[in-house]
């Protein structure tokens, strides 16, 4: 289940959102898109990544539409990534970047945390979930120690997609994944 939890800036904890309606709702707010999409036809445990292309074209196909995305492609994480400390660390980065961050999770999880405004959104994504952060919004991401996900990623433009560090060091001040999520990858 995915969960929404609004923070102050210094770490306060004032809202707590389950709801995907009311996650999609609150995050409107902020000029974030959330949605829950379904795959169109089963997808095997060995899904290509045109398999799972396929299976959500339609989806796919709509945001495209409404927002001139011009490519897609499939990403995967597990926890024996040779690079998974090195990518979590820059990851976890207060950033933010001229393109859209658009991510749905098709497998596993991980941890978004947007400073649009004095509020940081913490929201845990599950399988399932679909989040557009938009451009130039400050963010970072947690995918925890044993990473495990497989998302599509829609681009505008590749160039886009650079990183700009804020130099901030809030991110340290807030829960990470294993803090967030229990061993069963669901939000406590
Ligand atoms: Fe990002």
Redesign the pocket.
């Known amino acids: 289940m995915s969960t929404l939890r609004v923070y102050t800036e210094d770490g306060k904890l004032i809202e707590e959102i389950t709801s995907p309606e009311e996650i999609a709702k609150r995050l409107s707010q902020i000029g974030v898109l959330f949605e829950r999409w379904s795959a169109q036809k089963p997808l095997p445990p060995d899904a290509s990544d045109e398999d799972i292309l396929s299976a959500y074209k339609h989806e796919i196909d709509r945001l495209t539409e409404r927002y001139g995305f011009r490519s897609c492609d499939v990403v995967a994480m597990n926890p024996d990534h040779p690079k998974k400390d090195e990518l979590r660390e820059k990851?976890l980065k207060e950033?933010t970047?001229s393109d859209f961050?658009v991510r749905y999770f098709v497998e596993g999880d991980g941890v978004f945390y947007l400073h649009p405004d004095d509020k940081v959104y913490v929201l845990h994504c599950t399988a399932g979930d679909l989040i557009s952060?938009p451009p130039n919004t400050k963010?970072w991401?947690d995918m925890g120690q044993k990473p495990s996900f497989k998302c599509i990623r829609l681009f505008t433009t590749p160039e886009g997609w650079k990183?700009q560090y804020t130099g901030s060091d809030i991110s340290e001040r807030f829960p990470k994944y294993e803090e967030l999520v229990n061993d069963k990858g669901y939000s406590p």
């Open positions: 990851f950033h970047h961050e952060v963010h991401f990183a």
